[in-house]
Every structure is written in C-alpha cells, then in structure tokens.
C-alpha cells in the first residue's frame, strides 16, 4: 500500500525519495513476510518444482535402456519420444483418441455437476427445504470416498456378461445391462458427476452465503421476479464461484486414473491417464514423460483461467464479514418434490455406492440376497479360506498395521500441510513484494496439474539421491510424507491465502507497535485467529491423503503401508471381500475425521477450498 | 501502465530463473555407477562351506521378489544359516527402479533382487553394472544354459484353462483355434499392451517357436500358413486382437471370467497356475487344456540377480544358491512355480504342473536383446490389429 502512491505525488523530490528502488527494497527487506516468502519459496523450489521439471525433462531425455531406439547415449537430447507420441502410426490410439475421451469426459462431468450442484446449493441455502442442514453435510460425502470405490460398486451391479466371471447384482436380478451401461464413456460420466457435485455445492453454498443478501431483495423491491432475481443478479453474483469450481474440476477430471482403469479397459475406452498408466508398467518412461506433460499442460490452460477470474472476483467484494439477514425463500407446493429431488441425489450418490459396498462384504456370493449368504465373517471371522489373508479384516494384525500407519503420516502431513497453507498465505496476502506472491501461488498449485502416478515416480527417481544437505531420503516414511505434503498444497494454499485474506491488519500492527517480534506475533496473534481455517486447512488434505493411492502405491514399503496401499495388495489377490471392506474403513476414517474436525473447532470443508 | 507491464515481466523472468536453477536441484541425466563387481561366472573349485563361513561373517541382507513367499523364503533361510534375512515384496517395475535409484545413491538396500522382466535385467541393469549374475558351480550343472545369463531361479507357468463346470474336456485343441470366429469374445487374459510378460512372450516365440506355430496351423486348418507378417506369431498375435478377447487387468480377473460358477458359456483365459489355488479358496472350477497343439501354455522366467553395491556379497551368493536347492525354493514351488535347477523335484500343486512340464513354451535368454528392442512394435501390432 505504502507503494502505489498517487499520480500528484510522484513529482515532489520526497515522492522520488519515496518511490525510488533502494528505498522500495528497503521497505521489502524489512518486513518478515518477504524472508518468509523466500523461505518458502526454497522448500517447495525443492518438493515441488524440482520434481515436475525432472518429470518433464524425461520427455525430451534419451532414458536407461532406449539408447538404441533412440540412436544416441542416455541422458542424452532425444525427438524420438515426442514423434512416437505425436507423429507416429499409433499417435492416433496412444494418444489423440485418448486425448479427444479425456476432454470430453471432463467437459460433460463438468457440466452436469454444475447442472445438479448449483440448484441443489441454492435450495441447501436461500429456501426453506426440510432437512437442509443434514442434506449439507450428508451431500459432501460422495467428495471424500475415492472416486475409484464408486466405479467398484458400478461394476458390481451392472456388470454384464462382456467381461464374463461372477454375475452382477442386475444380472441375478434377471436383467442383462447392456454394454454401453456397464462400461465406457457413459458409466465414467456419471461417477465423475456424482463425484465433483458435491465440490460444486460445497463452494456455492460457501459463496452464497456470502452473498450480501441486500441486493436480492433490493431486486425485488424493484419488482424484479424470482425468475429475473436468479439469472439476473445471483448467478452472475456467483460467476467467480462458478468458473472456480468448473476450472479445478476439469483439472482433477484430467488426471482421475482410478474410475477409467476399471470401466474403460473392458470397452476399450481410452483416456490420458490410463495411456500413461500403461506406458509406466512397460517401462516406457520417456512416452509416460510426454503424456504427463501433456496433461500438465492441460491443467495449467484451466490453472490460468481461474487465476484469472480470481483476479477478477477481487473486484466486488462479497466477503465483508458483516452479518446479513439473508431471507430464505419459502418453497410450499415445491416443497415436496424438491425433497425428492433432493434426497434421490442423495440416495443415488451416498447410499447407494456405500451400501454396496458394505453390503458385498457380508454376502458370500455377489447378488445372491438369500439369507444364509450374509456372513460376519469377512469382517471378524478366523482361518477363511484366503491364505493371504485369512483373518477378518477387523481382527486382522494389517489392517490396524495400516490404520495406524494412515492416520500418523496422513495427520502428520496434514498439519504441516496446514501450516504451510497459512504461512503461504500470510506471505500472499501481506508481503510488499507482491511478485513473491503470486510465484508462491503458482508453485504451490503445481501439484495439482501433475498427475499422481507421474509425480511419485519423478520423486522415487529424484530423492534416492543425496542433494547437498538433504539425505537420500528413498525407503523412509519421510518421503511419503513430503509427497503427501507438496500433493496437498494446492488446496492448503488457497485456503490459507482466502483465510489470511479476511484477517484485518489491526490486531497485528497494535502487537507490533507493543514491540512483539515476528515469530511472537505469528504464534500469538495470527494463529489462534485463522485457528478454525487452520482446521479446515488440514482437514481436506486429511480426507484426500487417507483415500490417496497413485502417489503411495510407488513409494510404500511393507514397513510403511497404508490403508489404500492394503486395499490394492488385497484387490491384487482377488480378495474382493477383504478388499471392499478395507475400503469401507477408509471411507469411516475421513468420514469421522471430518465430523470431528467440525466438532472441535467449528471449522467447514468449503473454507478449505477457497 | 509500464509500472504493471514491469510487474509482469520481473515476475516471469523470477519465475524462469527459479525453474532454471531448480533445473540443476532436478535429475539430470541418468548416470551409470562404476563399483567393484564380484566376478560374473563362478570358479570350477566352488566351496559351499567357505561361503556359509564368508556369509556369517556379514551383516543382514534383503531380497526384493515379486512374489509374497519371499517372506517364507528369507525366514527359512535365517532359520538354516542364522543369517538375518528380510524378504520385501516389490513387483518387477518398482525392483528395477529401487535397484536403478539404489545403485545411483550408493545406499543399496536391496542386496538380492528377484526380477521378472529379465529384458529390463540384461539391457538396463546389467550392462549399468547395477547388478551381477552369479551361477553357484555346483548347480549350474543342472541349470539349462538358456538360463544362466541372467540366471533364471524359477519360471512362472501359465496354462490355457477352462471351465470344467460347463465343459468335460477342453473346447480347444489347437492355439490357432483361439483366433477362429467359434472363439470370439471367449478367451480371456491380461491386457498385453500393459503387460510385459506377454509382450516378451510374443518375441520369444517368434524367435524360437515360429516352426511350431507354422505346423499348427497346419493341422488346424490344412494347409500351409500364407501370411504378410513376418511371422508365424505375428499373424497369430494379429488374429487373436482382432477376436475382440475379453482384456483383463489382471490374471486374477481372467480366472475368474473363465472359473466363476454358474455360468452358461464360459470364456477360456490364459492364466498363472498360482491362480488355480482359487479351486479351494473361491469354488472357482478350472482345469488345464490338456493336449493343446503346440503348447499348453507358456513359463515366464524370473531372474535372480545380486545387487553390484551390496555390503553383504556372500551372503547374498548363499540366499542365490540357497534359492536354488529343494528346501529353499519350496514355498515357491508349491505354488506352481517350477524351479530352474533340474534335479528340484516338482511337489503337488493344483494344476498338476509336473505333468505338462514337456507341454509348455520355454523362453530363451538368447532372445532377451530382440524382446526388449520389439516391446513397442508388438504393442502397436496389438493396437493396429484389435477391433471393438
């Protein structure tokens, strides 16, 4: 502030004084956010950016073992990686197709959650639906299962006899589905919406909310309609909300492994992910290079849009912090089927996914609901006839192995990812050097545009050195936990950058006119204050650290497995049972941290997004 | 105006140097590791007992293997030589890049590796000289040539199955049936554009089996292959993806497409013989095709290779003769594995695998240079060939 002085004043030999460089860095090198940006520009220069630019090197680098593919040495400039992938015979299947599925998945999810979640936010927040505040958390929970869990209980109903093995639940029902609704494009769309509508309601009810109420209803004291109210001035109240949402959705859309993997392979349906997927289990790495780069390219066109728009959503404010009476409008004869409608999202995006699940852990044979099928003995039965896992999984030594294994490192991960959310914030928000900060935005979001697979891989390869100071840290809990962290700090980042942003200055410059220091201050003063968007903060990195896989499946060892690691070892033997019932677990354990988190500190998930 | 256009280009520039000089924070080149190497054939004065002696005399060891009996494996061993052995379960991509890394680092965790991907073990470990091949004398006798540079420890079969629920005998009699219309959309197996075993296996039998294939087929069909592919197999590879087969992500998958009760008409797969053991666990009714021309089914080899950096060199050259006797490759072999060493007796297994020993394809490290160079051209002769 002390910087953009006006147009008059930049004449008078003081203002020159004023605006000169060395009195600037001055100014700059005084305050304590600058040597903190700087700081932690160096930490995540080394978790984050040193990782994805070794990532995309590999595209353009000849790799151990393709130096007579490529006809040059390792390590070594290559095109040979860049013309299989683009120029080549089989560019069409590895990669255009691919590419052309991949987008239109996305747009389509994208779309149709925005088309359920924005209706469903609005009912949740300005009318008077019954139930609204269980619907608000009850509607989340399809954001904190794995994406992946939905596409097992897809497949577990409606599989057909393409894929032949044991019948579906639709099959034993009578009912053949046809193959366009088992697997392909259309099931995969379906699971992104359900998957990203409640991301959509989360950060609309956030935002309207926020909304001063005031000017709906000086809308409607003009007259307007409720018709002309909502596309007129609530909508476009909503537009940085929206393309927010839409941005980061089409982003995680981009790299989502998990659900094409299980419902695109039997109908050959391709996307990026799945491509790369196949390209790391054959050891090609340079290919894998170039199609991480490519979806990291992708990522960042939706990463450049949103941090557009957020430049723009700056130029109204709807967070002022004031208390408005926002009146809710009452539904009366709506009321009914919006409950329906409301309830059937609900039904078809909690229950139903959940309730397979759970419900094929207890039944012995899949579809067969005849009672001497249902059966404890999955979850705490001794000596089943799975030798590599003969215990239920509740009294099974792995399962609390893993548990315990989940919960520190994933919290541990999480507070630090927190903290250093805050810390990126603090600096954003209140450091002169304002180049700092958009630097340590753009760093921090990286994370986000790199497809886990590849990032873990980029991190094997890069800490089984020794760098300078730093360990080789390969083998240790500790890389896990740095991957964790720099994979979470996109979302940390903006959650600490929109809580520091409602912080007012006040409190902190009286306790620094009192002679505090800056570390005193940032204890005393700053943290207890953001302390619930500190909750929040570590909240969502939590949930998606204890349902994360592509980043751990690499770099877990037996001594450090986790809950995800557990469910894929068991899914690999075929344990279907063991398998789902684990993956139930995960579900309960974000689940009970989320409830927690909101008992304890009053905190919100939709703070943590931004 | 100018003061935001230099806001924007200071930020850029900022940005670019950071990305620059993190550049050299970033892996650069991979480079090789120059160590001392324990000699690569054995000597013909092999002494077993000098070794347990050297072996005690180290530190602990750790073998990487894909297969979970690693565990069984290293305990028996500690039990035999009271040498503390940890064995850790790592599938054959994450061995080779542990062993790459580990190598890379100095700080070699992984002292014996077992690896599946023996092309990935001839042209990327050995020639970095991240790991050596020992042969313990004493055995190589018994152990094929084909098998010794790398050195095999056991193969892996897999055999075409059927439902024997649904049928008596196998529906199939020749491999070139697979490709006929009576087999569309009914045979199952791992997806081969992921799957390196059956790329491998592809070249191996281009390589060394083509003569057979060719009689085959015609036996099969009655008269003499004319095809434009440069192969016996390559046309036999084409075919199958044009057949529109059911692609699974595992062989897990595959068994139960094909063992899964109840079903009217079962597909057939192709699957590891360790999946048999879903007999007893999961009710699943598989069965071996018997008398399949010209082959029964294939056995993938898996090497056994010492990591160059190791601390513990005899040690881990008494865990690679130790793997090679009766007791030490038992829990494998039990499972259906067969081992390299010719005098292992082959114990029960549910797929009966001692009786087809004869019945199934054979890789040939003489071929490993050819299978690693042509991973790509039959993944795209798959991608081309195959109609959905």
């Given amino acids: 502030m002390a910087l953009l002085t006006p147009q008059r004043e930049r004449s008078t030999p003081a203002a020159e004084e004023k605006n000169s460089l060395g009195y600037r860095t001055k100014i700059i090198l005084r305050h304590p956010a ?23 090197l590999g595209a353009v680098q000849v790799g151990f073992g393709d130096e007579a593919k490529a006809g040059a040495g390792a390590g070594s400039l290559t095109g040979y990686y860049l013309d299989r992938v683009f120029s080549s015979p089989v560019s069409d299947i590895i990669f255009y197709t691919p590419l052309l599925n991949t987008l239109w998945i996305s747009l389509c999810s994208m779309v149709i959650a925005l088309a359920l979640g924005v209706p469903v936010a609005w009912l949740l927040v300005r ?8 619907f608000s958390s009850a509607l989340i929970v399809p954001y904190m299962l794995p994406a992946w869990t939905f596409a097992l209980a897809w497949t577990t109903i409606f599989r057909n006899r393409s894929n032949a093995g044991q019948q579906g639940w639709m099959e034993t029902l009578g009912w053949e589905p046809p193959n366009w609704l088992a697997y392909g494009p259309v099931p995969i769309i379906v699971i992104f919406s359900l998957h990203f509508t409640p991301f959509v309601i989360l950060l609309v009810t956030n935002a309207l909310k926020n909304l001063p109420g005031q000017l709906d209803e000086a809308a409607r004291i003009c007259g307007a309609s409720a018709q002309q109210r909502w596309w007129r001035i609530t909508l476009p109240l909503l537009r940085p909300a929206l393309l927010s949402a839409a941005t980061l959705m089409f982003a995680k859309a981009i790299g989502e492994f998990g659900v094409a993997y299980v419902l695109g392979l039997p109908a050959g349906f391709q996307v990026l992910s799945t491509t790369l997927h ?62 329906v409608m409301v309830g059937g999202l609900f039904t078809i995006s909690v229950l139903i996914p959940l309730g397979t699940l759970v419900l094929s852990t207890i039944m012995r044979i899949p579809g067969d609901f005849s009672l001497q099928n249902f059966t404890a003995d999955y979850w705490i039965g001794h000596d089943l006839p799975t030798v590599g896992f003969s215990q239920g999984v509740l009294v099974s030594a792995a399962t609390w192995r893993a548990m315990w294994n989940t919960l520190w490192m994933v919290g541990l991960a999480a507070l630090c990812t927190g903290l250093l959310g805050l810390l990126v914030g603090y600096v954003v928000v209140r450091s002169p050097l304002r180049q700092l900060g958009t630097a340590l935005r753009v760093i921090t979001f990286m994370p986000y545009l790199v497809p886990g697979l590849a990032f873990a891989v980029a991190y094997l390869s890069l800490f089984a050195v020794p760098r300078g100071p730093i360990p080789a840290l390969y083998g240790t809990a500790t890389i896990l936990i740095l991957i964790m962290i720099a994979d979470e700090m996109p979302f940390a980042s903006r959650a600490g950058v929109s809580a520091m942003m409602q912080l007012g200055l006040e409190s902190e410059e009286a ?26 903060a570590t909240l969502l990195p939590f949930v998606s650290g204890v349902q994360g896989l592509s980043l751990v499946i690499i770099l877990a060892t037996p001594g450090t497995e986790l809950m995800t690691t557990l469910s894929m070892t068991l899914i690999d033997f075929g344990y279907t049972h063991a398998a789902n019932a684990v993956v139930v677990l995960i579900c309960a354990i974000a689940l009970l941290g989320t409830w927690a988190t909101q008992k304890l500190f009053r905190s919100n998930l939709a703070d943590s997004l931004g | 105006m100018s003061i935001i256009r230099t806001h924007r280009w200071t930020t850029v520039l900022s940005l670019g140097l950071g990305a620059v000089l993190f550049t050299g924070c970033a892996g650069g080149a991979p480079a090789a590791t120059t160590s001392s190497a324990p000699a690569t054939a054995s000597a013909e004065d092999f002494d077993l007992d000098q070794l ?13 293997d894909s297969t979970s009996k690693i565990e069984k494996m290293a305990a028996a061993f500690t039990k035999t030589y009271g040498i503390e052995a940890t064995g ?35 042209n990327q470990l050995l020639p970095n000289n991240f790991v050596t091949n020992w042969v313990p004398a004493d055995l190589a006798e018994n152990i094929d040539s084909s098998m010794q540079e790398p050195l095999v420890v056991i193969t892996d079969p897999s055999f075409w199955t059927y439902n024997t629920e649904a049928f008596d005998t196998c529906p199939a009699t020749n491999i070139w049936d697979f490709t006929t219309e009576k087999f569309t959309k009914k045979v199952a197996f791992q997806d081969p554009v992921g799957d390196n075993g059956a790329l491998d296996w592809y070249s191996q039998m281009e390589q060394f089996g083509d003569q057979e294939l060719h009689d085959a087929y015609k036996e099969a069909f009655g008269e003499e292959l004319k095809t434009d592919k440069e192969s016996a197999a390559a046309e036999w590879v084409s075919r199958m993806a044009a057949n529109q087969p059911i692609l699974t992500k595992s062989s897990e998958e595959a068994s139960e497409a094909v063992g899964a009760t109840g079903q009217d008409d079962p597909p057939m797969a192709l699957m590891s013989s360790a999946k048999y053991r879903n007999i007893d666990e999961k009710g699943y009714a598989l069965g071996v095709c018997e008398g399949l021309v010209p082959w029964v089914g294939k056995a993938s080899p898996k090497s056994l290779t010492i990591a160059s950096g190791t601390k513990s060199p005899n040690a881990a050259k008494l865990f690679v003769h130790f793997a090679l006797t009766q007791e030490g490759i038992d829990p494998q072999i039990s499972d259906g594995k067969i081992s390299s060493n010719s005098s292992v007796k082959q114990p029960e297994d549910p797929a009966n695998v001692g009786d087809h020993l004869k019945e199934i394809f054979q890789f040939d490290n003489a071929g490993l240079e050819t299978d690693w160079a042509s991973r790509e051209k039959w993944q795209d002769l798959w991608r081309t060939s195959s109609k959905k």
């Fill in chain 1, 127 to 134: 009318t008077d639906l019954p139930a609204r505040r269980w």
């Fill in chain 1, 511 to 536: 306790a620094q006119s009192l002679g505090a220091k800056f570390s005193y201050r940032l204890r005393t003063v700053v943290l207890p204050m953001v302390r619930s968007s500190l909750a929040s």
């Fill in chain 2, 52 to 64: 347990i002696e050297a072996a005690k005399a180290e530190g602990p060891i750790t073998i990487y």
């Fill in chain 2, 88 to 122: 850790v379960k790592a599938d054959a991509a994450e061995a080779i890049e542990k062993v790459t890394r580990e190598a890379q680092s100095g700080n070699v965790v992984g002292d014996v590796v077992a690896i599946s991907d023996l092309p990935a073990v001839k």
């Fill in chain 1, 34 to 56: 600058t040597l903190l940006g700087v700081l932690l520009l160096l930490v995540f220069g080394y978790l984050i950016v040193a990782p994805v630019i070794s990532l995309l």
């Fill in chain 1, 278 to 339: 196949q390209s790391i289990s054959t050891q090609q790495s340079g290919i894998a290079a170039v199609i991480a780069a490519v979806m990291v390219g992708l990522g960042g066109i939706s990463l450049l849009v949103d941090l557009r728009f957020l430049r723009e959503a700056k130029r109204f404010t709807t967070l002022n912090g004031k208390a408005t009476l926002t009146k809710t409008q009452p539904l009366a004869r709506w009321r009914t089927p919006a409950l």
